[in-house]
């Protein structure tokens, strides 16, 4: 079935460290992929989305583009500060099939200054 | 403020209590729908609804109920809770999925402990 796998955080990083977050998908269409964040205490918010291969979805610093051929959507950023500290959700939408995003467990990432 | 309000953000019940968790959102979303977080397991859907009146199961609907009688509105009703419903629940609404930028909104998550 439809799935999003992310890597088993936490994921520890000093201030200013680059920041890879991976994130596969398993889908039988062309799922829309989102990335969410849910800072400590909050409800999760959208960070940045893509909808079709080849896509980059970018806010706040934080990159990922859409691979097809390696189903992926990797979440990226140059430098973290320490108020990115949050757990990140890999999220899959597919239009044609069910009526609901597909999220990942789920990554957290502690940022040290 | 677009926004969903959920109500309360933490609750301590005992078990078969019947309690109900409110859900609201002000930006006129036909879709809403109520997820459950636990540690290792992401976030799983229980409940969801495409408008007033219509709603259907999740992945996870066992031990839940929900009721959709105005659009703004979505509760979470647990007629007789169980321990292993200790969850952090999360209420989100969207526009109708089949548009490639569905994005969803979350409200601020409700704690529930069940003894």
């Known amino acids: 079935g439809d799935s999003v796998t992310q890597m088993e955080g936490p994921v520890t990083l000093s201030e200013e460290a680059f920041l890879t977050i991976n994130c596969t998908y398993t889908?039988?269409?062309?799922?829309?992929l989102f990335w969410y964040v849910q800072y400590p205490g909050e409800g999760l918010q959208l960070l940045l989305k893509?909808?079709?291969?080849?896509d980059k979805g970018s806010n706040k610093g934080f990159e990922a583009t859409y691979r097809k051929e390696t189903t992926s959507f990797h979440l990226e950023k140059g430098s973290v500060q320490v108020s990115d500290s949050a757990v990140y959700f890999c999220?899959?939408?597919?239009?044609?099939?069910?009526?609901?995003?597909?999220f990942g467990t789920g990554t957290r990432l502690q940022v040290f200054p | 403020e677009a926004q969903v309000t959920q109500n309360p953000r933490y609750l301590i019940t005992v078990t078969g209590k019947k309690l109900t968790v409110t859900c609201s959102q002000n930006?006129?979303?036909?879709?809403m729908s109520w997820y459950r977080q636990d540690p290792g397991l992401g976030l799983r859907q229980i409940y969801y609804?495409?408008?007033?009146?219509?709603?259907d199961k999740g992945d996870v609907p066992e031990g839940y109920k929900v009721s959709r009688k105005e659009k703004r509105n979505f509760p979470l009703i647990l007629e007789s809770p169980s321990p292993n419903q200790t969850s952090l629940y999360f209420c989100?609404?969207?526009?109708?999925?089949?548009?490639?930028?569905?994005?969803?909104?979350f409200g601020q998550g409700t704690r529930l402990t069940v003894v």
């Open positions: 609804s495409m408008n007033v009146e219509v709603t």
């Open positions: 989100a609404s969207s526009l109708l999925p089949g548009t490639r930028n569905t994005e969803a909104f």
């Open positions: 930006m006129n979303h036909e879709y």
């Open positions: 893509a909808t079709k291969a080849d």
């Open positions: 999220a899959l939408y597919l239009s044609y099939n069910t009526d609901k995003l597909i």
């Open positions: 889908a039988t269409g062309y799922p829309s």
